[in-house]
Every structure is written in C-alpha cells, then in structure tokens.
C-alpha cells in the first residue's frame, strides 16, 4: 500500500491531475466506480480482494481508509485529488471518517465479480495463510 503523488497543473484557472494505466498506477484500469452521499458518516468496504488491486481517490472532500493486511493496520487519510492510494490483492479495507462532501473514487484492475470479495474477517485470515503471497 503506498500513496502516489499524481502530476498537478496549477494555474489561475484551477489544477489538473492525472494517472495512466501502467504508468503512475501498475495495473491497467479495467473498470471505474465512486462512492458518494455519504452523509451520515457510515463505514463502507469491509471487505478483501483475492486479486483484484485498486487506486482510489479523493475526488472531493476527505476520508480514511483503513488497511489491515492481517497482522498489522494502517491508516490513510485521504484528502487531494492529486493522490492516490494503492491498494494491493489480499488485504482487508475499511473506509471511514467520510466528510459530507467526500467523492471516493475506485479505479480497478478488472471487472466486478463477486467471486474475487471476501466479506467474512475470519475467512480473510484463513485465505491470508493459504493463498496469499504478500
Ligand atoms: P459494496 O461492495 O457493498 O460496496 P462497498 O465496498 O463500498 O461497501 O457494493 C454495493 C453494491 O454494488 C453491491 O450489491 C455490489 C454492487 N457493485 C457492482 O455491481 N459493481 C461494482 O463495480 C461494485 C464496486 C459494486
């Protein structure tokens, strides 16, 4: 997991932020989901991926994802459009900490399927031990 600083244009018109698949991300972007209207601050996520690895992004506003790859937890306060987080296969998230205007954008490195989603902690750490090379 690490926190990517993106390009950023500054000028009296504003800024502008960019990524690439397989340039500033190491995945090629196969599908983009966002998470919005949050507003009674409620964890979302809570959940592991067998595979899948994912960038996400505060598109507006702020929020904290939290990363607990089994043994240790991290937390990653996100709050510029002009960073990105990774997020690797094989570790549980929760976001949290959501102000009312927070905008999280998902880009992810394959299509969705229910298949690739852990949803069960217990079951995280079972597959951790097995499967996981991380
Ligand atoms: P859910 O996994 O609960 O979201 P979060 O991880 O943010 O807590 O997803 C909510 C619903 O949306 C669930 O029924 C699955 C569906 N969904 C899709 O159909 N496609 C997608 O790309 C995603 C991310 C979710």
């Not at 991926?49 to 790859?69: C, M, P, R």
């Amino acid at each position: 997991m690490k926190i990517i600083e993106l390009p950023k244009f500054t000028d009296e018109r504003g800024a502008l932020s960019f990524l690439e698949s397989n340039n500033h991300i190491p995945f090629e972007i196969k599908r983009i989901y966002y998470l919005y209207g949050n507003t009674h601050n409620k964890i979302r996520g809570c959940h592991a991926h067998k595979k899948l690895q994912q960038a996400i992004i505060a598109i507006n506003g702020s929020f904290t994802v939290e990363i607990d790859n089994g043994t240790k937890k991290q937390d990653f306060i996100l709050n510029t459009p002009s960073q990105a987080l990774l997020i690797t296969e094989c570790v549980w998230r929760e976001i949290k900490n959501f102000s009312k205007d927070a905008v999280v954008l998902v880009l992810a490195s394959d299509f969705y399927t229910e298949d690739d989603y852990i949803r069960d902690y217990n079951e995280f750490l079972k597959y951790k031990e097995i499967k996981c090379l991380l």
